[in-house]
């Protein structure tokens, strides 16, 4: 079955969509097939993305970005590094 990528603004409406239709009784199964999510997406979506809210969600693409570029920059002074030592030892 192929997967469908949500944003992460579409999780967090998602849930708060969730939360709502649970708080008018139904059960999560219900909901989840509603929402048209298994349950385990539901709850792991539930751990990760609970209690974000709008700013908070902009800050943590923010953060990923610059976690993605700074693995990036790591990964080239490794490289860097590694010719520099073969370079060293006379292995070029």
Request: with cysteine; proline share 1%.
């Amino acid at each position: 079955m192929k997967r469908k990528r949500h944003s992460p603004e579409q999780i967090v409406r998602k849930l708060r969509e969730g939360d709502a239709e649970l708080a008018t009784g139904k059960g999560i199964e219900e909901v989840c097939r509603k929402l048209g999510i298994a349950e385990n997406t539901y709850y792991r979506w539930k751990q990760q993305y609970g209690g974000v809210q709008g700013n908070e969600l902009k800050r943590l693409r923010e953060l990923e970005k610059e976690n993605t570029r700074l693995k990036k920059a790591v990964a080239d002074l490794t490289l860097d590094k590694q010719i520099l030592q073969e370079a060293l030892r006379g292995n070029y």
